[in-house]
């Protein structure tokens, strides 16, 4: 199996998660509304979506929407830069776009250590541990990392506009 294949899979797993974690937030979400109607709530349920899973769901399928164009995009002056040879300038933008998040990367990583080293966890009647919300920032980044990075080496074929790509 060749990297881009192995970055795929990964990047597939990571959707696979995120929409697990969306359908167990609805969940848990449903439970606790309807258990504060019926005067007995679901204890933890916002925490655990807004500290886990709404992490989860925001970065692990960053790296998919890469490829499958899920992300927002000014193509105003599409037409005429794709008939840069090579396809400079979207490997330049991509360029741009990978330092800008390996910057990121840069800054999620020791902050994400020290909060496993610390044992950080939350206030209130569940005590969450917040150390382990810190790992899924890095964990999508380094796979859009790796994406730009297959981007900049061998770029999706171009799409016609108006369409969407699965």
């Known amino acids: 199996m060749t990297p881009i294949g192995i970055l795929e899979r990964f990047e597939r797993v990571g959707d696979v998660v995120a929409a697990a974690c969306l359908l167990l937030m609805m969940g848990a979400i449903s439970i606790d509304a309807l258990g504060r109607f019926m005067g007995s709530p679901l204890q933890g349920a916002y925490e655990f979506s807004e500290l886990y899973l709404m ?18 995009r000014m193509e105003l002056l599409l037409p005429v830069l794709e008939k840069v040879p090579g396809r400079a300038v979207y490997r330049a933008t991509t360029a741009l776009a990978l330092a800008a998040f390996l910057l990121t990367l840069w800054v999620a990583v020791p902050e994400a250590l020290d909060k496993i080293a610390e044992r950080e966890t939350s206030y209130g009647l569940v005590r969450w541990p917040l150390y382990m919300s810190y790992v899924w920032f890095p964990v999508g980044i ?25």
């Open 55 to 72: 992490v989860i769901i925001a970065f692990l399928p960053l790296a998919r929407s890469v490829v499958t164009g899920g992300q927002v």
């Open 142 to 166: 380094v796979l859009l990392c790796l994406r730009l990075v297959a981007e900049i080496i061998r770029p999706a074929p171009v799409k016609p506009h108006g369409t969407d790509a699965i």
